[in-house]
């Protein structure tokens, strides 16, 4: 892996000159509702227009803003037309959370394009729906090492770890702009200076550090781009003996107060015709036992059978 | 919301060049032509223009949050007719509730000058659907312009004042999602003091009744022609010359896409949407071979060249469905044989990409509401807002949605209609109760139906960002001013049977909504917390799951909170659960759902 500036065009001048690009420079910012995607593309616009560029940068607020996913296409150079970026054109894709990153990577142009993630999971909630015994997690599979074989220059790297380290977790969005800084050209001082007017003013240190850190990561990585410590494995279940869960319920203690009806986390439960206890639907029991715990009368037993036994009545 | 932290204008010495947001550079716009009276009713894409105008000097302009749209739009007609510039603004389906005013001042046109930005939502990134309001101009017959960039947004602005007074009409100034929300340079200018007019007496031409209202409607037909006549003009039509095989009509931020893709083409760049300019049509089309229309939505200019007898492509090519992009013009392009198709990728990604959809924040006060309402086995009419998240899993429990103040009414029909199987409960938030709420509610006990109404106050409209509304007791610059009290709203329209409760309180939510869907008759359940993110980020003391004591029911799960995920430890086979420290706000709701009390406050912070 080479270290390159994704616009070839732009890198005329020494550093500090206004250099500006015919063809627009592309970079997507892609995260979570939170996370800071519009500010950190608010930085790269205001420093991309202090350069002399055309800029257009655009995002969709509202629904995203509750923990769903949000992007932020950055467009600059002489003239800039559509506010988006085409699908297969970004020269930086830029994730502030990895499966966010894996998301937008067909945006990413592979030929010449650089991919920058944060290793760092927000696992939503709808990954952890899967009630079946050994269920795994929901999350992308994929691991830095597997993406970072499918683009020409990728960076993957714990930038939430590095910002804890330098004591805010805050400024992992900084760190991912040092690294950003290095595929862009544009000087260090002037990262700097915008990067300070966009922070608190108790935050300007630490801040101008995670950048720093970033910087010096991405150069020191050039050729791997794989931060090696992070443990990227996703829990496993331990090797458990697939069970078949069963309810019992004794229905001359049933007092019809309807507890487990209304409390089973899958609903499987509802009062007969005599407003007795039943399971109205077994398939979708569990085995989680909140019935059995609820019940005020001792009435439901589960019981965890072999997954094999065909044996359709057990009396416990 | 980042756009408000940045001032769009409130300092007096600025850079001439701006980066602004669309939304931003309409305020601007607004700002500048002199307006002293704007009015509106948040609603995503459009809620940041009345923000960004309350960041400039009262002194110079009133800026007020508006009950809804209407109210809204009659304000500002007020002020017209008191003959100061007005303005307001609303998102697309806002002009359904305004359109009934619009139809009538349509008629009267302005003193001073009267200006309307509706903001479209093509792709529904955050609506109900996709309405075009091109066909709202056509129908009330007023010009509607249609700007493709912020800095066009601006210049438009501030033009629509003037075309408003010179050809005494409202004007529509029409954005769309991905025009407000795009930030690009703008070049600004200065605010002009434009002098307040004295009132107008002119009954015929101000007060619509049928005598007066026929004279009118015959010179509505007279101001198309003349606006016509306007828009064949620079700036409203301007042409761009390019190669005379291909020629296309486009407009709005289609526009840029179609320069990205074709910038070879001749280019008939349209800045008003209606009416159009017949004989510039005409002509553009004439001058090339194959002539296409670009447009986002409905084929309104596709339609119009049709209507005139013109050979054009159009929506055989490009979505009349959806938001527009530089690969869908591009494809359309390419099936047109107009453009070679792209080089495939060369290898599948095969990335199957994270199911992520939004939900509602962690300590929602929402969650609770709803988890109770599902154990009622409730058939719920659902309304607009944060809480339409609810519909989906885990809660599951709202069973309709359609517009502003719909589930209240909705509820009384399914009660009129004889659906008796469950008890039938409307939700909805104080913001939309007041915007449209009450008068089902009066409705209700007027016609004495058997529904229970859950207000969930969480004393902001939460779903647009955090806005103030009448019942947060304070205005859009902080001003303090008249608290609405629910209860007394609802005692004073005859509802008999009103109780207030905080829904963090799992076990009084409950007493008060089996008593509630109980009750014979109108009953009224206040869900009263405020919302966690606005207009103050709560935070107690985070929770903790004893991964000791935990049997790993995932009964906590249930609310949906994004706090909540599963740990890497196991029971049973099924995964144990954890809380996030840095999203809990310590609600404490899940503690109360759990049946192990494994989840307890955390040490720490205790």
Same mark, same amino acid.
């Given at each position: 892996m080479t270290e390159t500036t994704v616009n070839e065009t732009a890198s005329a001048g020494a550093s500090g000159e206004k250099t500006v690009a015919e063809r627009p420079t592309n970079v997507l910012i892609v995260g979570v509702g939170g996370q800071g995607v519009i500010m950190v593309s608010k930085v790269l616009a205001t420093l991309a227009q202090a350069a002399g560029n055309q800029v257009k940068q655009s995002e969709v607020h509202g629904m995203a803003k509750r923990g769903g996913a949000?992007?932020?296409?950055?467009?600059? %150079?002489?003239? &800039?037309?559509?506010?988006?970026?085409?699908? %297969?054109?970004?020269? &930086?894709?830029?994730?502030l959370e990895w499966a966010e990153g894996l998301r937008w990577l067909p945006y990413l142009n592979r030929a010449r394009g650089v991919f920058i993630a944060d290793t760092q999971r927000i696992v939503p909630p709808f990954a952890c729906r899967n009630r079946a015994d050994g269920a795994p997690l929901g999350y992308s599979r994929e691991t830095p090492k597997d993406i970072l074989a499918k683009v020409r220059t990728g960076y993957a790297l714990n930038a939430t770890g590095i910002a804890e380290s330098l004591g805010n977790r805050r400024a992992a969005n900084t760190v991912l702009l040092g690294v950003l800084s290095t595929a862009l050209d544009f000087a260090e001082k002037d990262w700097l200076k915008v990067i300070e007017s966009f922070v608190p003013p108790k935050t300007v240190e630490v801040n101008r550090a995670a950048f720093l850190k970033g910087r010096e990561w991405a150069e020191r990585h050039a050729d791997v781009g794989l931060d090696e410590d992070v443990d990227f494995s996703l829990p496993s279940p331990p090797a458990v003996e697939p069970k078949r869960p069963q309810v019992f319920i004794e229905r001359a203690w049933c007092k019809s107060c309807d507890i487990c009806v209304k409390m089973c986390p899958e609903?499987?439960?509802?009062?007969?015709e005599k407003n007795i206890a039943r399971m109205k639907a077994p398939e979708r029991c569990t085995g989680c036992r909140l019935c059995e715990y609820l019940c005020p009368d001792f009435a439901i037993r589960v019981l965890r059978l072999p997954a094999g036994d065909s044996q359709q009545e057990v009396r416990p | 919301m980042d756009s408000l932290k940045t001032n769009a204008g409130a300092q007096k010495t600025e850079p001439a060049i701006r980066p602004l947001m669309g939304n931003e550079a309409i305020a601007r716009?607004?700002?500048?032509?002199?307006?002293?009276?704007?009015? /509106?009713?948040?609603?995503?894409?459009?809620?940041?223009?009345l923000e960004n105008l309350a960041r400039y000097p009262a002194e110079d302009i009133s800026v007020e949050w508006a009950v809804n749209e209407k109210v809204a739009l009659d304000i500002a007609i007020g002020a017209s007719f008191?003959?100061?510039?007005?303005?307001? !603004?609303?998102?697309?389906?806002?002009?359904n509730v305004a359109a009934?005013?619009?139809? !009538?001042?349509?008629?009267?046109?302005?003193?001073?000058?009267?200006v309307i930005t509706v903001c479209d939502d093509p792709g529904i990134h955050s609506s109900q659907n996709e309405q075009d309001t091109r066909i709202y101009a056509r129908l009330a017959m007023v010009p509607c312009l249609e700007p493709a960039d912020a800095q066009e947004a601006y210049e438009l602005v501030k033009t629509a004042f003037d075309i408003s007074e010179e050809y005494d009409t409202p004007v529509i100034v029409r954005s769309t999602t991905r025009l407000s929300h795009t930030r690009s340079p703008v070049r600004i200018g200065e605010r002009e003091e434009v002098p307040r007019k004295p009132f107008e007496e002119n009954p015929a031409k101000n007060?619509?009744?049928?005598?007066?209202?026929?004279?009118?409607? /015959?010179?509505?037909?007279?101001?198309?022609?003349?606006?016509?006549?306007?828009?064949?003009?620079?700036?409203? !039509?301007?042409?761009?010359?390019?190669r005379k095989d291909i020629g296309v009509i486009t407009l709005g931020v289609p526009y840029s896409y179609v320069k990205e893709v074709l910038p070879e083409a001749s280019v008939l760049k349209l800045s008003a949407s209606w009416p159009l300019p017949e004989d510039r049509l005409r002509e553009f089309a004439e001058s090339v071979e194959r002539l296409f229309v670009v447009e986002e939505l409905e084929p309104i200019v596709e339609d119009e060249l049709r209507r005139l007898g013109i050979a054009v492509e159009g929506k055989v090519w490009f979505p009349r469905t959806g938001e527009l992009s530089p690969e869908i013009v591009r494809d359309g392009f390419v099936a047109a044989g107009v453009l070679e198709p792209p080089p495939a990728a060369e290898e599948e990604l095969d990335i199957e990409p994270l199911v992520r959809p939004p939900v509602l924040c962690a300590g929602c006060p929402h969650m609770s509401t709803y988890n109770v309402l599902r154990t009622m086995n409730a058939r719920v009419a659902g309304d607009i807002g944060c809480y339409t998240l609810a519909a989906i899993e885990p809660l599951k429990a709202i069973d309709t949605c359609v517009s502003m103040g719909s589930s209240i009414a909705n509820a009384i029909g399914m009660a009129r209609a004889g659906y008796n199987e469950r008890p039938i409960v409307a939700t909805i938030g104080d913001s939309t109760f007041l915007h449209a709420g009450i008068p089902p509610l009066i409705d209700a006990v007027y016609n004495n139906v058997n529904i229970t109404v859950v207000i969930l106050d969480n004393s902001i409209t939460a779903m647009t960002g955090g806005q103030h509304h009448p019942g947060t007791g304070y205005g859009i610059r902080g001003n303090k001013t008249h608290k609405v009290d629910y209860e007394e709203i609802c005692r /004073?329209?005859?509802?008999?049977?009103?109780?207030?409760?905080?829904?963090?309180?799992?076990s009084a939510l409950f007493k008060a909504l089996r008593e509630a869907v109980e009750y014979k008759g109108v009953s009224v359940v206040i869900a009263d917390r405020p919302c966690v993110i606005d207009p103050v980020r709560i935070t107690g003391p985070a929770m903790v799951v004893d991964q000791k004591t935990c049997i790993a029911c995932q009964a906590c799960m249930n609310l949906g909170c994004p706090a909540l995920t599963w740990s890497d430890e196991w029971y049973e086979g099924h995964h144990k659960v954890k809380i996030d420290p840095g999203l809990c706000i310590g609600c404490a709701v899940c503690a109360q759902i759990c049946p192990t009390t494994s989840i307890q406050p955390s040490q720490a912070d205790t």
């Open positions: 949000v992007f932020s296409h950055v467009r600059f %150079g002489r003239k &800039v037309f559509s506010p988006t970026i085409p699908r %297969g054109e970004a020269d &930086v894709l830029l994730a609903r499987c439960l509802e009062l007969d | 716009g607004a700002w500048e032509a002199g307006v002293k009276v704007a009015s /509106a009713y948040p609603g995503t894409p459009s809620t940041e223009i008191a003959g100061v510039r007005a303005f307001c !603004s609303m998102k697309h389906v806002g002009l009934d005013a619009l139809m !009538s001042q349509t008629y009267i046109g302005v003193n001073g000058g009267l007060v619509m009744i049928p005598a007066h209202a026929r004279q009118r409607h /015959a010179r509505l037909l007279e101001r198309e022609q003349r606006l016509k006549e306007l828009f064949a003009q620079e700036p409203f !039509s301007r042409i761009e010359w390019g /004073a329209v005859g509802v008999k049977w009103v109780r207030t409760v905080d829904p963090y309180d799992l």
